[in-house]
Nanobody, 129 residues
Framework: QVQLVESGGGLVQPGGSLRVSCVVS????????IGWFRQAPGKEREGVSC????????YYLDSVKGRFTISRDTAKNTVYLQMNSLKPEDTAVYYC??????????????????????WGRGTQVTVSS
């Protein structure tokens, strides 16, 4: 029953900003890692960012460091990705994904696609003038 639903994508001018959201239902985020991935036509899906309960358990793709910020609101079961200074190269479908954990083994962030068990359908982000 776990579902992830992304929203907030759209068309943005270069240099603009967007915040995409991922609402997770059917579970809590207490022990999970939630990652943001993106996929452009003709390219493999790549990890953009990730957040988990563990302090310091985060990941940012090198090309988005300093521009993107991941955060979460556990009360709302929502993870956000704030994207600033957007570039045309950021154009892609953005997906959120869940890596489950337990109180004994907390899910940790990784850029490896196969480590994530549940995926949203994605939201399109287009950066163009």
């Amino acid at each position: 029953q776990v579902q992830l639903v992304e929203s907030g994508g759209g068309l943005v001018q270069p240099g603009g900003s967007l915040r995409v959201s991922c609402v997770v239902s059917g579970t809590t985020l207490d022990w999970d890692a939630i990652g943001w991935f993106r996929q452009a036509p003709g390219k493999e899906r790549e990890g953009v960012s990730c957040i988990s309960k563990s302090a310091g358990s985060t990941y940012y793709l090198d090309s988005v460091k300093g521009r993107f910020t991941i955060s979460r609101d556990t009360a709302k079961n929502t993870v956000y990705l704030q994207m600033n200074s957007l570039k045309p190269e950021d154009t892609a479908v953005y997906y959120c994904a869940r890596r489950s954990g337990t109180r004994w083994t907390t899910g940790v962030c990784t850029a490896r696609v196969t480590a994530y068990e549940s995926w949203g359908r994605g939201t399109q982000v287009t950066v163009s003038s």
